[in-house]
Structures are given as C-alpha cells and as structure tokens.
C-alpha cells in the first residue's frame, strides 16, 4: 500500500460544529503531517507528528486540533472554525530522518458556512 | 512564511515542447524537491535533489541545483497534455516548505 487515504473528500460545516478529518497509511512512515492549502496558494505546514508525538505546531489557532492515535492515523479535530478558515486541508506521511519525499493524500475539501 | 519563489507564475506551450520552471530559496538546505498538483488535489511527488547533487533525472524530468545561487530548475521534456497542472518546489530543512508554484498548461 503506497496511498494516504483522507476522508472525508468533501465536507461543510457551520460555525458551531465540530468535525473531525481522518488520514490513514500503512507505508510503516513514522512522521505525519497536515497541511492548509487556500486557493492558487501553496500548502502551509500545520502540524507535525514523529512517532506518534506532536513535533511541530506552527502557531495553529486552538480551533484545530491535531491527535495521532497510533503510527497510521491522524486526525484533526476541529471546532467553531470561521468562513476563513476553508480551504483544502492535505494530510501527508514520510520516512524518519525527513531526508525523503512526502506522499500526500488527495486532500479534504473543507468549507466553513 | 514560504521560503521559495518561483518563476514564472504561469507557463503555457504547445505540446512536444520543452518546459522550464525556476526556484529561488533563502536558506541552506538538506534536499530540495518537485511536486505536481493537479487540479484540487493532493500533491505527487516528482524528484527529490541532495544539497551535494547538481543534477538528476528521472524519466522526461531533468532538475538542476545550484546551491551557490540557491536556485533549481526543473525541466520537463517533450510535454503532453496530462502534464498540465502546478508545479512546486520544496525545500527541506527542519520542514518541508513549499515555493509559490508554476501553473503549467500543455496545449495539444
């Protein structure tokens, strides 16, 4: 398997929701990543995780929420978003050291109404 | 914020021709590298070069790096069609950070 899956593809929340976006690989890569990509923009790093454990949180709003339950999943919890903060969210893995190329996931399409 | 710049911002040719794109970075390195995005979607990585390599080529993809002007180019020969969409240059240092993009469009 050289594929990380996200779900959902698509999705749209109020202001008041909350929702969680999953990502998931089975490459046995030990860093995971998530990454906010607005229109015509490049992706910006969120978070990152390394064995499991929060590495790097680049000044992320406490709206979102990352979790890495084990060494295939992550998650990102999200709550009371704003309009602004739609966008296409990407999940990406990789080998430790980060000395190698990222495999993406197609990315959730997030729309905040 | 973003490290790389890239030139140009969009690109379109007809296909069979040959496209070059440009990367500009601030920092020093560890590895620099390409990916595609069509589209909407996620991104596919194309070619990662070493910060001691100055040249490599995988398929129709040729990258060059000149760390001294901290600067690569990437170089798709022979275009079709299907290799319409954006380009990115990444840099790799404590994080994989990502320059503006080229928009390549493929006529046929």
């Known amino acids: 398997d050289t594929e990380v899956t996200q779900t959902p593809k698509h999705l749209v929340m109020g202001m008041t929701n909350k929702k969680s976006l999953k990502c998931e690989q089975h490459?046995?890569?030990?860093?995971m990543y998530w990454y906010k990509q607005k229109a015509k923009k490049p992706p910006e790093l969120m978070f990152v995780y390394s064995y499991e454990k929060l590495s790097i949180n680049e000044s992320v709003p406490s709206r979102f929420s990352p979790e890495c339950p084990n060494s295939s999943l992550l998650n990102l919890h999200l709550h009371a978003l704003q309009p602004e903060d739609s966008a296409l969210y990407l999940c990406?893995?990789?080998?430790?050291?980060?000395?190698?190329?990222?495999?993406f996931g197609s990315g959730t399409r997030l729309t905040v109404v | 914020s973003q490290q790389g710049e890239e030139d140009p911002q969009a690109l379109s040719i007809q296909e069979g021709e040959n496209a070059t794109m440009n990367c500009s970075y601030k920092?020093?390195?560890?590895?620099l590298q390409w990916y595609r995005q069509n589209s909407g979607r996620g991104l596919v990585h194309l070619i990662l070069?070493?910060?001691?390599?100055r040249e490599k080529h995988s398929g129709r993809l040729r990258v060059t790096l000149d760390t001294s002007k901290k600067s690569s180019s990437l170089l798709i020969t022979a275009s079709r069609a299907a290799d319409t969409a954006s380009y990115f240059c990444?840099?790799?240092?404590?994080?994989?950070?990502f320059g503006e993009g080229t928009q390549l469009t493929v006529n046929p």
């Open positions: 070069i070493r910060s001691n390599e």
């Open positions: 490459m046995g890569h030990r860093a």
């Open positions: 990406a893995s990789s080998q430790v050291p980060y000395d190698y190329g990222y495999t």
């Open positions: 920092t020093s390195i560890n590895n």
């Open positions: 990444a840099t790799s240092g404590s994080r994989l950070t």
